[in-house]
C-alpha cells in the first residue's frame, strides 16, 4: 500500500531542466540552461532563469496520467494552484500544468493560447 510520503518522494531531489515549452513555444536556451527543480516532500523550489518559485504540493499516483497540484507561495503564480500532469521515467521527471483556473492537461504538450506549460527535467547525481 502506498502512502502519501512515499507518494511525495518519489519526485524528491534535485532535477536540471533538459526540455520545456509554454504556451507552444519552446523555453529561450538561457531559461533552459539556467533552470534548477528541488524537491523535498511536498515543498518545491523552482529556478526558471531568473525567476524563482517556491510552494507546495500535491500528487494522485491512483489517477491515470498521474496528477499534480502545485500552489506557490512565491512567484509570478502565488497564492493560485495549478493543475497538472506528471510521470516519472528512470532519471527524467515529466510535468505538464495547464494555467490559473484552466483545466487539467491530458496530455504532455501545449499549445498557443493554452497557458499550459510542460517541463522535462533529469534528476542530478547526489
Same mark, same amino acid.
Given at each position: 500500500m502506498s #502512502?502519501?510520503?512515499?507518494e511525495t518522494t518519489m519526485i524528491d531531489g534535485n532535477w536540471t531542466m533538459i526540455e520545456g515549452e509554454a504556451d507552444g513555444q519552446d @523555453? *529561450? !536556451?538561457? &531559461? /533552459?540552461?539556467?533552470s534548477k527543480l *528541488?524537491? *523535498?516532500n511536498d515543498r518545491h #523550489? &523552482?529556478?526558471l532563469g531568473d !525567476? /524563482? /518559485?517556491?510552494? #507546495?504540493h500535491a500528487l494522485d499516483t491512483t489517477a491515470s496520467? @498521474?496528477?499534480i497540484d502545485a500552489t506557490d507561495e512565491v512567484g509570478p503564480f502565488a497564492g493560485q494552484t495549478l493543475a497538472g500532469i506528471f510521470k516519472v521515467e528512470g532519471d527524467l521527471f515529466s510535468v505538464?500544468? *495547464?494555467g490559473p483556473g484552466e483545466e487539467r492537461p491530458t496530455e504532455f504538450t501545449t499549445k498557443s493560447g493554452t497557458g499550459k506549460l510542460c517541463? &522535462?527535467?533529469k534528476r542530478q547525481e547526489s
Amino acid at each position: 500500500m502506498s #502512502t502519501v510520503l512515499e507518494e511525495t518522494t518519489m519526485i524528491d531531489g534535485n532535477w536540471t531542466m533538459i526540455e520545456g515549452e509554454a504556451d507552444g513555444q519552446d @523555453l *529561450a !536556451e538561457d &531559461v /533552459l540552461n539556467n533552470s534548477k527543480l *528541488a524537491i *523535498a516532500n511536498d515543498r518545491h #523550489t &523552482v529556478t526558471l532563469g531568473d !525567476e /524563482l /518559485l517556491k510552494g #507546495t504540493h500535491a500528487l494522485d499516483t491512483t489517477a491515470s496520467p @498521474l496528477q499534480i497540484d502545485a500552489t506557490d507561495e512565491v512567484g509570478p503564480f502565488a497564492g493560485q494552484t495549478l493543475a497538472g500532469i506528471f510521470k516519472v521515467e528512470g532519471d527524467l521527471f515529466s510535468v505538464c500544468f *495547464a494555467g490559473p483556473g484552466e483545466e487539467r492537461p491530458t496530455e504532455f504538450t501545449t499549445k498557443s493560447g493554452t497557458g499550459k506549460l510542460c517541463h &522535462v527535467w533529469k534528476r542530478q547525481e547526489s
